[in-house]
């Protein structure tokens, strides 16, 4: 019986996976729709503080993660309000607090995302973003929803608007 168990809820965490994959070009879409409406720094520090929160979901941040995280914020449409090196200068300083002092480097992190706490737009984006980040090697894994689902407490939005 364990063992169906485990296969009923494997099929069901799959299905979940492949319907928010299915969503994404929708999501860059209404991204790219509200655009213009995210350009503070409060979105700015919050979707650099998820990309490293997601990016250490496993507890280690591989230099091949960090340039796959970095090439997406240099590529992204929605981020591109912001200058490029900043960015990455923020979501390095995030990951090496992370790397460093996992127990204060996350609670920054978490109050960095929590700036868009009461910004529905940005609480959104900055989820939406967290999940693609997690998506974006194809396999978004329990550790990465545990820490999206994270992030969502921090900016107060329910994760299962997202399916999450």
């Known amino acids: ?3 169906l168990n485990r296969l009923i809820s ?5 299905g979940r996976l492949m319907d928010l994959m299915d969503k994404a070009p929708q999501w860059r879409a209404q991204l790219l729709a509200k655009k213009n409406e995210l350009r503070g720094g409060s979105f700015r520090d919050a979707s650099m503080g998820m990309c490293a929160l997601v990016a250490a ?7 091949a993660e960090r340039m796959r995280v970095a090439g997406l914020i240099g590529s992204d449409p929605v981020l591109q309000n912001f200058p490029t090196d900043e960015l990455r200068d923020l979501f390095e300083d995030n990951c090496n607090r992370l790397v460093g002092d996992p ?10 995302i929590g700036k868009a706490a009461g910004k529905p ?12 980040i997690g998506n974006a090697d194809g396999n978004f894994d329990q550790n990465e929803i545990a820490a999206v ?4 407490q921090a900016l107060g939005v329910d994760p299962q608007q997202f399916g999450i």
């Open 57 to 63: 979901a496993d507890g280690t941040i591989d230099p």
């Open 10 to 14: 494997n099929a069901t965490n799959i």
């Open 103 to 112: 127990a204060f480097g996350r609670a920054h992190v978490l109050q960095q």
């Open 149 to 152: 689902r994270e992030a969502c």
């Open 1 to 3: 019986m364990a063992f």
């Open 121 to 132: 737009t940005e609480a959104h984006a900055v989820v939406q973003i967290g999940i693609m």
